[in-house]
């Protein structure tokens, strides 16, 4: 009955040991295995879900009529090429258009003199010859044509033109016909001969002004196109039937579906799934986030109008992340079965034969190990999903401070027109010349628009009439306007407390009616500041200034295209570097952010000019400023990775610059490599811990039986030295208290002769401190400083003011000390002890040198704005020396400095002494320190080398001041 207990006890405790050292380890092992995999499954997942919010942004804008027609017309000019062919080629391709779009488009072509083509189509717009004043007129405007200023100067042009837009104006009805202007590669829809349709022109180009504005052209066309005419839905259909199409933005399938209706619109060709969209409608509606999976993919849905039902939904396919996914868990699964098995049948057999030669110790130490395997693996495994979370947080993170700084540019600029308008003011005001004439404003104008200030001046007269302007291709309707403005700012300024007439009050009415005509105002309710204004698309700011000439009032107009502000913006954003200043107060832990201006502009270089970011991420910025979103991701420059965030700032209207913020993943790496250590380390101490942990366990067993036999042999020879420790109350407990018992008389004085004698040795052999107990030789500049004539200080002020002027003192110079890589040895009454030791990043007698000019320039400051300097003033007499010296600790045991003793410290104060008899800096120094920095000073040899303490003379230099090169290491130079 006892041999079976004893039995079944010894199969309960294999049981347990088989499933804590091998069941356990395995599934510890297997769990963490596939939460890696899971991980990597999720981080490819996420990267898909980034790549469909960018598609899904794209699909909202691409689908819409406007954005569509842009691109037609766009394309027509860069793919098609259709201007540079023939008219009966053009006439063919109109009729083919017509044929898939009956009646859905009316064109009109012109060459590169505005004159209009003779298409033979009957898809050209009627009424040649109305059309060709009005697109004359309007190329003459945006300065496309040779002639064009001449024409806009020529009386019998301006009525011919005028008449043929009157009898334009009747086909347009409500719209004004001036809008067909504002729709150069802008479609607006509008409306011709009572039907709603979009109007958009366009021209080939050669080349770009500064402002993107074409210049030169090969031709031009003008669409009207019907939307009527066109199915339901036909742009959406457009869009995802041309999706695979080399550049179009949309890399993922895309599912245009009816949510109200649960039908079909439109799906890409590519899925062959038919049935697919009637399962998709229903995962849509019972989704729970804006990005789902469904089936095979990552699905996310856009709205192209709040009010329709309809949804474009686009599609990632995770189909080879989740069969990997599905592999790599089989694999582990296998093998860990694998394992589980080859244990079960081989583990019996090892431990019985090993139980023959492998020792007792031995044995506990190997489970207890095993054992600690399980949490070691656990460890690893979570601490790779905390640095992978960890590395995604500071990314985020990283972006998230980026996208503040995007809002901060944001409120910047639009703060700019307030920021530069009184500069811009002050700087006209001080260029006019007086007496104030005509000719001297010109001159000062003209000098101020060559050197960028603004773009465009306008001198007018007392009825508003221009008198002079360098702006000679002026639409005829803002001219008019800024006449009509510029008269009645004459009449207020003129006419100031008086009462108003009927005839002003006719004027002002005739004035607003005016600018609702041509759809904006003009606000110069206050004078010298900067106005926006917009006409037509061009976007401008206005400074309208009083001017006085000969008694006579007239007004002067300074305009600043919009670019001109951002330009002058991104400019000076760039080079103050406020991103990186505002970085470096809040966070030490990063590196700062770098701001960077792309140019949209092919005439204006980014800023800086030079960079190879702009060959990188030239697609991201064309992208975005397509776009009008945001793009973020990483990008490689010069083996040096690094976060960008690309956003077009949407207070700029002419989005001339597009901004981009940098910030290194340096310190995400460090910051990673440092959990990755950590992890490592916390796993080898685990292991290593485990394995001292289970041979102090061990010993713990098998330790006392082999002390007490080791013992008795011992006291068996005559050694009487042997000492056995409390072994508790058990039967070995009471053997080893006896033992002790019997020898403990004839041992003691030999064991208290060797207790001390161990102590002793190990108190000699302890040279962890030794080398600064003992002191240490080496090269230092040593600084003293004094403060003069302290004892009259003390004597005119309080004690109370005496403390405080030197606590103000000692608190201005230990900061500018220890900038210059020093540290302060000690305060000596008023005067301070200074140690230089260093090599890099210059020489410590250098870095000494500068500490004292800066702590000369310091007391000069604090003389002049300190409440306890009299007037007496203050000053301080400098000595500085370099040698070798003795650096350790000194005091005893409760109480230790560490500081320097030698010579160079008895000759640096001798030299502070010294230095009240110099002429310029006070600034004394011996000749050992004065050989390194001679190269980096201004000195001269003082004409007395006697110092008290030397036997023999010695060569000092006082310091006159630094030169440019001190910035140098002298070692290095």
């Known amino acids: 009955?006892?041999?079976?207990?004893?039995?079944?006890?010894?199969?309960?405790?294999?049981?347990?040991?088989?499933?804590?050292?091998?069941?356990?380890?395995?599934?510890?092992?297997?769990?963490?295995?596939?939460?890696?995999?899971?991980?990597?499954?999720?981080?490819?997942?996420?990267?898909?879900?980034?790549?469909?919010?960018?598609?899904?942004?794209?699909?909202?804008?691409?689908?819409?009529?406007?954005?569509?027609?842009?691109?037609?017309?766009?394309?027509?000019?860069?793919?098609?090429?259709?201007?540079?062919?023939?008219?009966?080629?053009?006439?063919?391709?109109?009729?083919?258009?017509?044929?898939?779009?009956?009646?859905?488009?009316?064109?009109?072509?012109?060459?590169?003199?505005?004159?209009?083509?003779?298409?033979?189509?009957?898809?050209?717009?009627?009424?040649?010859?109305?059309?060709?004043?009005?697109?004359?007129?309007?190329?003459?405007?945006?300065?496309?044509?040779?002639?064009?200023?001449?024409?806009?100067?020529?009386?019998?042009?301006?009525?011919?033109?005028?008449?043929?837009?009157?009898?334009?104006?009747?086909?347009?009805?409500?719209?004004?016909?001036?809008?067909?202007s504002w729709s150069l590669d802008n479609p607006m829809l509008l409306s011709w001969l009572g039907k709603p349709c979009y109007f958009v022109w366009n021209m080939d180009v050669e080349s770009y002004r500064e402002t993107n504005i074409p210049e030169k052209i090969r031709g031009g066309f003008l669409l009207m196109l019907y939307p009527e005419k066109f199915s339901e839905h036909f742009w959406i259909k457009r869009m995802i039937y041309r999706r695979t199409k080399p550049r179009s933005g949309l890399p993922h399938p895309i599912v245009a579906v009816n949510i109200s209706e649960r039908?079909?619109?439109?799906?890409?060709?590519?899925?062959?799934?038919?049935?697919?969209?009637?399962?998709?409608?229903?995962?849509?509606?019972?989704?729970?986030?804006?990005?789902?999976?469904?089936?095979?993919?990552?699905?996310?849905?856009?709205?192209?109008?709040?009010?329709?039902?309809?949804?474009?939904?686009?599609?990632?396919?995770?189909?080879?992340?989740?069969?990997?996914?599905?592999?790599?868990?089989?694999?582990?699964?296998?093998?860990?079965?694998?394992?589980?098995?080859?244990?079960?049948?081989?583990?019996?057999?090892?431990?019985?034969?090993?139980?023959?030669?492998?020792?007792?110790?031995?044995?506990?130490?190997?489970?207890?190990?095993?054992?600690?395997?399980?949490?070691?693996?656990?460890?690893?495994?979570?601490?790779?999903?905390?640095?992978?979370?960890?590395?995604?947080?500071?990314?985020?993170?990283?972006?998230?401070?980026?996208?503040?700084?995007?809002?901060?540019?944001?409120?910047?600029?639009?703060?700019?027109?307030?920021?530069?308008?009184?500069?811009?003011?002050?700087?006209?005001?001080?260029?006019?010349?007086?007496?104030?004439?005509?000719?001297?404003?010109?001159?000062?104008?003209?000098?101020?628009?060559?050197?960028?200030?603004?773009?465009?001046?306008?001198?007018?007269?007392?009825?508003?009439?221009?008198?002079?302007?360098?702006?000679?291709?002026?639409?005829?309707?803002?001219?008019?306007?800024?006449?009509?403005?510029?008269?009645?700012?004459?009449?207020?300024?003129?006419?100031?407390?008086?009462?108003?007439?009927?005839?002003?009050?006719?004027?002002?009415?005739?004035?607003?009616?005016?600018?609702?005509?041509?759809?904006?105002?003009?606000?110069?309710?206050?004078?010298?500041?900067?106005?926006?204004?917009?006409?037509?698309?061009?976007?401008?700011?206005?400074?309208?200034?009083?001017?006085?000439?000969?008694?006579?009032?007239?007004?002067?107009?300074?305009?600043?295209?919009?670019?001109?502000?951002?330009?002058?913006?991104?400019?000076?954003?760039?080079?103050?570097?406020?991103?990186?200043?505002?970085?470096?107060?809040?966070?030490?832990?990063?590196?700062?952010?770098?701001?960077?201006f792309y140019s949209n502009f092919k005439a204006e270089k980014s800023i800086p000019e030079k960079s190879p970011l702009w060959s990188k991420l030239r697609e991201v910025f064309e992208r975005a400023h397509r776009l009008k979103a945001e793009e973020n991701g990483m990008v490689t420059i010069e083996e040096e990775t690094w976060i960008y965030a690309i956003k077009p700032l949407s207070s700029m209207y002419t989005q001339s610059f597009t901004p981009c913020l940098l910030t290194s993943t340096r310190p995400i790496e460090a910051r990673l490599n440092s959990v990755k250590m950590v992890i490592s380390g916390l796993a080898s101490a685990a292991l290593i811990g485990a394995i001292i942990l289970s041979l102090v366990l061990t010993s713990s067993l098998i330790g006392p039986i082999s002390r007490i036999d080791i013992a008795a042999q011992q006291v068996g020879n005559g050694n009487l030295n042997v000492t056995l420790p409390n072994m508790g109350n058990d039967e070995l407990g009471r053997l080893s208290e006896t033992f002790n018992d019997m020898v403990r008389g004839l041992r003691e004085r030999e064991k208290m002769r060797a207790y001390v004698s161990e102590s002793v040795l190990e108190a000699i052999q302890d040279q962890s401190d030794a080398s600064l107990s003992e002191g240490r030789r080496v090269e230092v500049s040593v600084l003293f400083s004094d403060i003069r004539n302290f004892t009259g200080l003390s004597e005119k002020n309080s004690p109370e003011q005496v403390f405080a002027l030197l606590n103000e003192f000692f608190g201005g110079v230990e900061p500018i000390i220890r900038a210059n890589h020093g540290r302060v040895d000690k305060f000596i009454g008023d005067a301070v002890m200074a140690v230089f030791h260093h090599s890099e990043p210059e020489h410590h007698t250098l870095s000494a040198v500068k500490a004292a000019f800066a702590m000369r320039q310091f007391v000069g400051e604090l003389a002049k704005n300190s409440r306890f300097v009299g007037k007496s003033g203050i000053d301080i007499g400098v000595g500085i020396s370099t040698g070798t010296v003795l650096l350790g600790d000194v005091g005893s045991s409760r109480r230790k400095d560490l500081t320097v003793i030698g010579d160079e410290v008895n000759l640096a104060s001798r030299l502070e002494t010294a230095s009240k008899k110099g002429r310029h800096a006070k600034i004394v120094v011996s000749g050992s320190t004065f050989k390194h920095i001679e190269n980096f000073v201004e000195a001269e040899l003082m004409p007395f080398s006697e110092i008290r303490g030397k036997e023999q003379s010695v060569q000092i230099y006082e310091l006159i001041s630094l030169k440019a090169s001190a910035v140098l290491d002298p070692d290095k130079t």
């Open 263 to 596: 039908s079909l619109v439109v799906q890409d060709p590519v899925i062959k799934d038919q049935n697919l969209w009637q399962r998709l409608v229903d995962a849509y509606v019972g989704r729970t986030q804006s990005s789902f999976e469904f089936e095979n993919y990552l699905a996310r849905a856009s709205v192209t109008d709040e009010k329709s039902p309809v949804r474009i939904i686009s599609l990632a396919d995770i189909s080879d992340l989740q069969q990997t996914r599905s592999a790599l868990l089989y694999r582990l699964s296998y093998v860990a079965l694998l394992l589980l098995i080859l244990s079960s049948v081989l583990l019996p057999n090892i431990m019985r034969m090993e139980s023959l030669a492998m020792s007792l110790r031995m044995r506990i130490t190997a489970i207890f190990a095993v054992a600690m395997l399980v949490p070691i693996v656990s460890l690893v495994s979570i601490g790779n999903s905390f640095a992978y979370h960890e590395e995604n947080r500071l990314k985020e993170s990283a972006l998230v401070k980026m996208r503040a700084g995007f809002e901060a540019l944001e409120l910047r600029y639009r703060d700019a027109p307030r920021l530069i308008e009184g500069g811009l003011y002050e700087d006209l005001k001080s260029r006019i010349k007086t007496p104030l004439t005509n000719d001297a404003v010109v001159t000062a104008m003209q000098s101020a628009a060559e050197e960028g200030l603004f773009k465009h001046y306008i001198i007018t007269d007392e009825k508003g009439r221009f008198v002079t302007t360098n702006w000679t291709t002026m639409d005829g309707a803002l001219k008019k306007s800024l006449e009509m403005v510029a008269a009645k700012i004459v009449r207020i300024d003129s006419s100031l407390g008086g009462r108003p007439s009927v005839v002003d009050a006719a004027i002002d009415e005739e004035v607003e009616q005016y600018m609702q005509l041509i759809g904006s105002t003009f606000d110069f309710s206050r004078p010298t500041n900067l106005n926006y204004f917009v006409f037509q698309s061009t976007h401008m700011y206005f400074m309208s200034i009083m001017l006085k000439i000969e008694e006579s009032i007239g007004n002067l107009f300074i305009q600043l295209p919009d670019y001109y502000l951002e330009k002058r913006f991104a400019y000076d954003e760039f080079t103050q570097n406020r991103m990186a200043l505002d970085h470096a107060d809040t966070d030490k832990s990063d590196l700062p952010a770098e701001l960077f």
């Open 1 to 180: 009955m006892q041999m079976l207990l004893e039995r079944k006890v010894l199969t309960l405790r294999n049981i347990f040991l088989y499933f804590a050292v091998v069941v356990l380890p395995i599934l510890v092992g297997f769990l963490a295995l596939a939460n890696m995999v899971e991980e990597q499954y999720r981080a490819g997942v996420e990267t898909a879900k980034q790549d469909l919010d960018l598609q899904s942004a794209r699909a909202r804008l691409f689908s819409t009529e406007k954005h569509q027609i842009q691109t037609f017309a766009a394309a027509l000019i860069k793919d098609l090429q259709l201007l540079e062919k023939s008219p009966q080629t053009i006439a063919s391709f109109v009729d083919h258009i017509d044929s898939w779009y009956p009646d859905g488009c009316k064109w009109l072509f012109w060459d590169e003199n505005g004159r209009l083509l003779d298409v033979p189509s009957r898809h050209i717009l009627l009424g040649q010859r109305n059309w060709q004043f009005m697109m004359t007129r309007l190329m003459a405007q945006h300065r496309l044509l040779a002639s064009g200023a001449e024409l806009l100067k020529d009386p019998v042009f301006e009525r011919q033109s005028i008449a043929a837009m009157n009898i334009l104006q009747k086909a347009m009805g409500e719209h004004k016909i001036e809008h067909v």
